[in-house]
């Protein structure tokens, strides 16, 4: 049976291969089950957008 992953939030970001990827903390699953995953798998563009704006809250601040 396959479950249904539901994103809890985003955690970081890397590039790789020329592509933005996101480190995803899964609802329900422990830190050390997070994935990367390729910004095209996601279909989640406001928890991007919130993640990279609290990327600029921080920068604001350093």
Do not use: C
């Amino acid at each position: 049976k396959d479950e249904m992953l539901i994103v809890q939030r985003i955690v970081d970001h890397r590039v790789r291969n020329g592509g933005k990827e996101f480190l995803i903390a899964w609802k329900g699953y422990p830190e050390e089950r997070n994935t990367w995953e390729p910004q095209q798998n996601l279909d989640y563009p406001h928890l991007i957008e919130e993640y990279e704006n609290s990327l600029l809250q921080q920068s604001r601040y350093m």
